[in-house]
């Protein structure tokens, strides 16, 4: 499969437009930090390393055409920094790439400006390229949870394009079906967004991987009757005890996995464990227009002048999790301890 959630021209950053698939691929370009905010904002982009290498382009854009004094140079960095962590508050891969390439930037100040917007150019091409990879590697290490024939259910989109390629916990799917025969997907759609409906169907079916559709409140059914033999999903921030934070319906899919003795996987970079965050209660979990509820594909569907929730996330707490799946090899309980030993040699 080709599509590509984004990709960076040397000048403008290039970025399809989720909103309208899967009818329509449509390529946004963001040419500054304002234009990337925005896509961010607006979710044209979304999913936790996506958004995360975005803006780490997105702090390219923001001072490439910079003028002015080295001081001036770093405050301005500062500034989009904050400007571009400010467009959604989950996903911590979003803070994590801004502060890398900061970082990064500050660690070469003794050269000239040329060279230090060269330097953050290379540092996010670098966290793209990274991201693949990481991917790659949290596929294989997810695909030895799972087995010949087995069924695997999933809720929103973790794939190509909520990463830079491959996915988190879709690449568990797909590295099991590319390694062992009879494996079979059953997406979620995830309301009120319809990551699963519109984006994870799209990439399965692309991919030939089998599978079925289903709402959200059929997981539970489907999973007493035994036709689920694991459930893996994706991570916008994991705190140092392991609990995470995922898209909405994810604790809902945790405890259902509990009940019923089948396991409950997390996949996710190393980046998205948050090290200054100790328990999920401390995650910021972003809060979106309550007309993403009352409305479905831009339609009405709820009465006028009601009162609506609309959680774009929730918390799992690690003691529903059997694992985290990494590039750098599977978590276990206790999970304050493999975490811990993980973040000290990454
Ligand atoms: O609101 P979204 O679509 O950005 O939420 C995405 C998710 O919750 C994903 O499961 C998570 O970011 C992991 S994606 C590899």
Same mark, same amino acid.
């Given at each position: 499969m080709n599509i590509r959630?984004?990709?960076f021209d040397g000048k403008a950053l290039h970025i399809v437009d989720q909103r309208c698939l899967?009818?329509?691929v449509i390529d =946004?370009?963001?040419?500054?930090?304002?234009? =990337?905010?925005e896509a961010i904002k607006l979710m044209k982009i979304r999913g936790a390393p996506a958004i995360g290498v975005a803006a780490a382009y997105g702090m390219n854009l923001g001072v490439k055409d910079f003028s002015g004094n080295k001081e001036e140079f770093f405050k301005k960095l500062k500034e989009v920094k904050d400007y571009l962590n400010s467009a959604r508050?989950?996903?911590v891969n979003l803070k994590w790439a801004t502060q890398r390439i900061f970082s990064y930037a500050r660690k070469h100040a003794e050269q000239s400006l040329d060279e230090i917007k060269q330097e953050i150019l290379v540092e996010a091409q670098r966290i793209e390229e990274e991201d693949i990879d990481t991917n790659f590697r949290i596929g294989e290490f997810g695909s030895a949870l799972f087995k010949e024939n087995d069924t695997i259910m999933t809720i929103c989109n973790s794939g190509a394009l909520a990463t830079a390629g491959y996915g988190t916990a879709f690449g568990v799917i797909r590295r099991s079906f590319e390694k062992y025969t009879g494996i079979k997907a059953i997406a979620l759609e995830t309301r009120p967004y319809l990551q699963g409906a519109r984006l994870t169907a799209f990439e399965l079916k692309e991919l030939g991987i089998p599978f079925h559709l289903i709402t959200d409140n059929m997981a539970g059914f489907i999973v007493s009757k035994g036709l689920v033999n694991g459930i893996v999903v994706g991570a916008d921030r994991i705190a140092t005890n392991g609990d995470t934070a995922n898209k909405v319906g994810t604790y809902t899919l945790a405890v259902l996995a509990n009940y019923h003795k089948i396991p409950f996987y997390v996949a996710a970079p190393i980046s998205?464990?948050?090290p200054h965050i100790e328990s999920g209660n401390d995650i910021p979990i972003e809060e979106r227009d309550p007309e993403e509820v009352t409305h479905c594909g831009g339609k009405r569907i709820a009465p006028e002048g009601i009162k609506v929730y609309n959680p774009s996330f929730d918390l799992t707490p690690n003691v529903l999790i059997n694992a985290i799946i990494t590039e750098k090899g599977i978590l276990r309980q206790p999970f304050k301890e493999s975490i811990k030993e993980i973040l000290k040699n990454n």
């Open positions: 959630s984004l990709k899967p009818f329509d =946004v370009i963001c040419s500054n930090e304002q234009e =990337v905010w508050p989950t996903a998205t464990i948050d």
